[in-house]
């Protein structure tokens, strides 16, 4: 699966751009604030349905227009193109697949899988859990077939729970099938993990010389009893506070490098390539269950990167063998990239427009 054209109207400062990408790495250059990132954004609206910095109160459609358009075409695993698109203005959010309209944007997910390394990477390790649970099932949702099955459930009987626990009603009515569903996903996010932790010490090694990297999971209940007496057990302050304090819905994971979390005894630098390293791994992990890796997208690769760990990061996106997308200030600072096989695309990207060299 790959992205074999993207056509963007009216996106941020992108005012009508079309690019034809190459299968594996495509270099996308400009100075800061000239479209870069909102290049990878319409890539980004395309697998997911929603833009990058939607919480950042910034406008999505370009100044002075008020609809924004984002066509693609996908080339899919049996060779078959695909027309994909999304649009956005006053009506709302459309989005197509194949000629047909699509209701939600795990259509698209599946449809395009696609992995984004951002600037920001370093909230997945330094915020809340929140973050680190969309992380984990998002990669359990593209290899696990009924996990969303599972999910949808579980937060359906959540919210049903949680919901009498507020009007303090009866809420044990809920807990067998809270139980059964929140005792699927964890399985599945441990054996997620157990599949992702030899590809993430793998990379490491590539990346920093280093194999004493861990992934510790955190259920969300205690581990000696099963989820149904964690519920009971916990009801009189789930009533006192109104919500379930315990389930699948508080699970967390964390990072460790020898031994120790990342959070707060690692660098920057580090922490990007660990991160890094993690996510390659998550599309290593696709690739071995589905047979795709899906897209890659990396916004800023040479941040907070030297020369030497710059090359090793290349050297490891482009052995994924699959399409990615590298946004950078200067080539030089990409140079590395320019010698791998086959050659990468380089797109030049200046005040809203895109331009590919001879």
Known sequence: MRLTRCTVHNLRILTEVSIEPGPGLNLVVGVNAS?????????YLLGRGRPLRANRGERLVRDGCDRLQVHGEIELDNGRK????????????????????????????????LQYIHPDIHQLVQSGPRLRRQFLDRGVFHVEHGFLDSWRRHQRTLRQRN??????????????????????????????????????????????????????????????????????????????????GRGAHRCDFSLTLGGVSIRDRVSRGQQKLLLCA????????????????GLLLIDDLPAELDTNHRARLLDLVAALDTQVFVTATDLALLEHARGHTPAPQVFHVEHGAVSQPG
């Open 82 to 113: 695909a027309p994909i698109g999304v649009a956005r203005g006053a009506d709302g959010l459309q989005m197509r697949l194949d000629g047909q309209p699509v209701r939600s944007a795990l259509e698209l997910s599946i449809a395009l899988p």
């Open 163 to 244: 919901a009498a626990l507020k009007e303090g009603s009866p809420a044990g009515a809920w807990d067998g099938e809270l139980a059964r569903h929140g005792e699927r996903l964890d399985a599945m996010r441990i054996r997620y993990l157990e599949g992702l932790a030899p590809l993430l010490r793998e990379n490491c090694q590539r990346l920093l010389e280093r194999e004493d990297v861990g992934l510790v999971y955190r259920r969300g209940w205690s581990a000696d009893l099963a989820l149904t007496d964690a519920l009971r057990d916990g009801i009189a302050a789930d009533r006192r506070q109104g919500f379930t």
């Open 35 to 43: 479209g870069k990132t909102s290049l990878l954004e319409a890539i």
């Open 278 to 293: 993690l996510q390659l791994a998550q599309a290593q992990l696709q690739r071995e269950r589905t047979g795709s890796a």
